[in-house]
C-alpha cells in the first residue's frame, strides 16, 4: 500500500478529468480523495508469486529454444558428417572422430531435446506411451550422450599423443586405432547402460499432482516411466554415477590434457622463436629430427613442406582446444547444479511449505537453463569447426561450389610417375647406379636422402 506522500503526487498528476472519473468529483477534500485513491489501489492485480514467475521463465525457455537448436544442430551435424567422410578427410583419424560425434550428437538432440520440446507443447511425455518406449527411450538416450562426450574425450587423448609424444603419433594415430577405439568406447558405453532395459518401466506415478478426480469418488493414477520395483535405490544412486561419467571425470581429464596440449604448443612456439634469432643461417633455415639424427632444412621446399605440416598439425590443435573449452563451458552449470540441488534437498527439512515450493520452482528454471546450455554442446560443433578449422571451410566451400579438390587425379598421377620411371631407364640412372659399389653400400647421402623423402611420401 502506497504512503501518503504517493497518494498526493499521483492524485496532483492526475488530469481534472480522469479526477472526476475515477472518484465522482475532482474538488474532493483529502480524506476522501486519499479513500477513493487506497480502494481504487486495492483492485489492482497483485504480483505473481516467485514459483509462477520462474515457471513462466521455464515456460517460454523450453517452447522457444528448443526449435532453435534442434533446426541449427541437426542442419550443422548432418553437413558436418558429409564434410568430414569426404575423401580428403577420411584420412585423417581426427576427422574419422568427429564424423561419429557429428552422428551421435544428432541422436542426443532428437531423442532428448525433441522430446522435451513436445512434453512441453503438448503436455505428453513420449517415455510414459508404452513399457518398451520407456526402456528404450532411457537406455539410447544415456548411451548417445555419454558417447558423444567419450568420443570428445578420445579425440583430446589423440591430440595430446601427437603433440606431446610425436614418435609414437604414427603408429598410434590412425584411421585403424581410430576405428578401434570407436567400436570398444561405443560397446563399453551400451554395456554400461543396458540396465536401464530391465531397471526402468512404467509405474503407477506417486506425485499427487498427477492424479485425475473422477466421479463416483475414484481417482485415475496415470502410468510414468520410473524405476521398477526393487531399483528405486540403485536409480538414486545412478543419477551421481552417470554424472561421473557424462560431466566429472571428462571435465577433469579435458583440463589435465588440454593444459598439457597449451603448454606443449606454447613450448614449441617459444623454441622456434629463440632459433629464428640465433643467426642469419639458422633463421633461413629449419631444424627437424627425423630418423635418429638432427637435420638443417636448408631447402626452401623442405623448409616450406616442414613448414606447412607444422601449421597445419596446430590449426588442428586449436580446433579440437575449441571443441574441448565449450564442452566445459556448456557443461560446468550442470556440475555445479548437481552439487546446489544436493544441498538444497538437504535443507528442505525444516522449510515451510511455502518456502519449498518457491525452491522447487527456482530449482526447475535453473535446471532448464542447464540443460540446453548442455544440449547447446551438441548442436553447436559444426559452427566451431567453421571458425577454427581452416580445412574444414576449405571443405565446405568445394562442397558448396562443387569444385574438384585441387591435385592431380589418380590418371595423370599414375602417368606422371611413369614418365618419371621411363626418363630414369633412358638415361641409364637405376638404385643400383647411385652407389658405386652396388646396392648393399648405404652411404650418409644415401642414407640422408631416404630421411629427407619419407615424410613426403608419408603425406601423400
Given at each position: 500500500?502506497?504512503?501518503?506522500t504517493?497518494?498526493?503526487?499521483?492524485w496532483?498528476?492526475?488530469?481534472?478529468?480522469?479526477?472526476?472519473?475515477?472518484?465522482?468529483?475532482?474538488?474532493?477534500?483529502?480524506?476522501?480523495v486519499?479513500?477513493?485513491?487506497?480502494?481504487?489501489?486495492?483492485?489492482?492485480?497483485?504480483?505473481?508469486?516467485?514459483?509462477?514467475?520462474?515457471?513462466?521463465?521455464?515456460?517460454?525457455?523450453?517452447?522457444?529454444i528448443?526449435?532453435?537448436?534442434?533446426?541449427?544442430?541437426?542442419?550443422?551435424?548432418?553437413?558436418?558428417?558429409?564434410?568430414?567422410?569426404?575423401?580428403?578427410?577420411?584420412r585423417?583419424?581426427?576427422?574419422l572422430?568427429?564424423?561419429?560425434?557429428?552422428?551421435?550428437?544428432?541422436?542426443?538432440?532428437q531423442?532428448?531435446?525433441?522430446?522435451?520440446?513436445?512434453?512441453?507443447?503438448?503436455?505428453?511425455?513420449?517415455?510414459?506411451?508404452?513399457?518398451?518406449?520407456?526402456?528404450?527411450?532411457?537406455?539410447?538416450?544415456?548411451?548417445?550422450?555419454?558417447y558423444?562426450?567419450?568420443?570428445?574425450?578420445?579425440?583430446?587423448?589423440?591430440?595430446?599423443?601427437?603433440?606431446?609424444?610425436?614418435?609414437?603419433?604414427?603408429?598410434m594415430?590412425?584411421?585403424?586405432?581410430?576405428?578401434?577405439?570407436?567400436?570398444?568406447?561405443?560397446?563399453v558405453?551400451?554395456?554400461?547402460?543396458?540396465?536401464?532395459?530391465?531397471?526402468?518401466?512404467?509405474?503407477?506415478?506417486?506425485?499427487?499432482?498427477?492424479?485425475?478426480?473422477?466421479?463416483?469418488?475414484?481417482?485415475?493414477?496415470?502410468?510414468?516411466?520410473?524405476?521398477?520395483?526393487?531399483?528405486?535405490?540403485?536409480?538414486?544412486?545412478?543419477?551421481?554415477?552417470?554424472?561421473?561419467?557424462?560431466?566429472?571425470?571428462?571435465?577433469?581429464?579435458?583440463?589435465?590434457?588440454?593444459?598439457?596440449?597449451?603448454?606443449k604448443?606454447?613450448?614449441a612456439?617459444?623454441?622456434?622463436?629463440?632459433?629464428?634469432?640465433?643467426?642469419?643461417?639458422?633463421?633461413?633455415?629449419?631444424?627437424?629430427?627425423?630418423?635418429?639424427?638432427?637435420?638443417?632444412?636448408?631447402?626452401?621446399?623442405?623448409?616450406?613442406?616442414?613448414?606447412?605440416?607444422?601449421?597445419?598439425?596446430?590449426?588442428?590443435?586449436?580446433?579440437?582446444?575449441?571443441?574441448?573449452?565449450?564442452?566445459?563451458?556448456?557443461?560446468?552449470?550442470?556440475?555445479?547444479?548437481?552439487?546446489?540441488s544436493?544441498?538444497?534437498?538437504?535443507?528442505?527439512?525444516?522449510?515451510?511449505?511455502?518456502?519449498?515450493?518457491?525452491?522447487?520452482?527456482?530449482?526447475?528454471?535453473?535446471?532448464?537453463?542447464?540443460?540446453?546450455l548442455?544440449?547447446?554442446?551438441?548442436?553447436?560443433?559444426?559452427?566451431?569447426?567453421?571458425?577454427?578449422?581452416?580445412?574444414?571451410?576449405?571443405?565446405?566451400?568445394?562442397?558448396?561450389?562443387?569444385?574438384?579438390?585441387?591435385?592431380?587425379?589418380?590418371?595423370?598421377?599414375?602417368?606422371?610417375?611413369?614418365?618419371?620411371?621411363?626418363?630414369?631407364?633412358?638415361?641409364?640412372?637405376?638404385?643400383?647406379?647411385?652407389?658405386?659399389?652396388?646396392?648393399?653400400?648405404?652411404?650418409?647421402?644415401?642414407?640422408?636422402?631416404?630421411?629427407?623423402?619419407?615424410?613426403?611420401?608419408?603425406?601423400?
Amino acid at each position: 500500500m502506497p504512503n501518503e506522500t504517493d497518494i498526493w503526487w499521483m492524485w496532483s498528476n492526475l488530469s481534472e478529468d480522469y479526477k472526476a472519473v475515477l472518484c465522482g468529483d475532482k474538488d474532493l477534500p483529502w480524506p476522501e480523495v486519499r479513500v477513493c485513491l487506497e480502494r481504487e489501489y486495492a483492485q489492482l492485480p497483485k504480483d505473481q508469486p516467485d514459483e509462477d514467475v520462474y515457471k513462466h521463465y521455464h515456460d517460454v525457455l523450453m517452447t522457444y529454444i528448443p526449435p532453435i537448436l534442434l533446426i541449427l544442430g541437426t542442419f550443422g551435424n548432418v553437413l558436418s558428417f558429409i564434410i568430414l567422410t569426404r575423401r580428403p578427410m577420411r584420412r585423417v583419424s581426427t576427422y574419422l572422430y568427429l564424423a561419429v560425434l557429428s552422428v551421435m550428437d544428432t541422436l542426443v538432440l532428437q531423442v532428448g531435446l525433441l522430446r522435451l520440446w513436445i512434453g512441453t507443447l503438448t503436455g505428453v511425455e513420449i517415455k510414459n506411451l508404452a513399457s518398451w518406449v520407456c526402456k528404450s527411450v532411457t537406455a539410447l538416450g544415456y548411451t548417445v550422450s555419454d558417447y558423444s562426450v567419450w568420443l570428445i574425450l578420445a579425440v583430446t587423448v589423440e591430440r595430446y599423443i601427437a603433440v606431446n609424444h610425436p614418435l609414437k603419433a604414427h603408429s598410434m594415430c590412425n584411421t585403424r586405432k581410430a576405428t578401434r577405439v570407436i567400436v570398444c568406447v561405443g560397446t563399453v558405453i551400451f554395456a554400461v547402460n543396458f540396465h536401464f532395459f530391465f531397471t526402468v518401466g512404467l509405474q503407477q506415478s506417486k506425485d499427487r499432482s498427477h492424479h485425475v478426480s473422477k466421479g463416483n469418488n475414484t481417482t485415475e493414477i496415470p502410468m510414468v516411466c520410473e524405476a521398477n520395483a526393487g531399483f528405486e535405490e540403485l536409480m538414486q544412486y545412478w543419477q551421481w554415477v552417470d554424472a561421473f561419467l557424462y560431466s566429472f571425470l571428462p571435465f577433469l581429464i579435458l583440463i589435465v590434457l588440454n593444459g598439457r596440449i597449451i603448454y606443449k604448443v606454447m613450448k614449441a612456439k617459444a623454441s622456434r622463436d629463440r632459433m629464428s634469432g640465433t643467426g642469419s643461417t639458422r633463421s633461413r633455415s629449419m631444424v627437424v629430427h627425423y630418423c635418429g639424427e638432427t637435420k638443417v632444412l636448408s631447402s626452401p621446399r623442405e623448409a616450406k613442406v616442414q613448414s606447412s605440416s607444422q601449421e597445419g598439425s596446430t590449426r588442428l590443435t586449436v580446433m579440437l582446444l575449441t571443441i574441448s573449452f565449450a564442452f566445459l563451458i556448456t557443461t560446468l552449470p550442470v556440475n555445479v547444479l548437481m552439487i546446489l540441488s544436493n544441498y538444497w534437498n538437504s535443507q528442505m527439512d525444516g522449510m515451510s511449505p511455502e518456502e519449498k515450493k518457491h525452491v522447487v520452482s527456482r530449482g526447475l528454471l535453473l535446471q532448464t537453463v542447464t540443460q540446453l546450455l548442455m544440449y547447446t554442446n551438441h548442436a553447436m560443433n559444426f559452427y566451431l569447426y567453421c571458425a577454427a578449422g581452416q580445412k574444414f571451410r576449405q571443405e565446405l566451400c568445394r562442397l558448396i561450389r562443387k569444385r574438384p579438390r585441387p591435385g592431380l587425379s589418380i590418371s595423370a598421377a599414375a602417368t606422371h610417375r611413369n614418365t618419371i620411371h621411363t626418363r630414369g631407364i633412358k638415361n641409364g640412372l637405376t638404385l643400383k647406379s647411385l652407389t658405386p659399389e652396388g646396392p648393399s653400400a648405404v652411404t650418409d647421402e644415401s642414407r640422408s636422402l631416404k630421411c629427407k623423402y619419407s615424410p613426403i611420401q608419408r603425406h601423400l
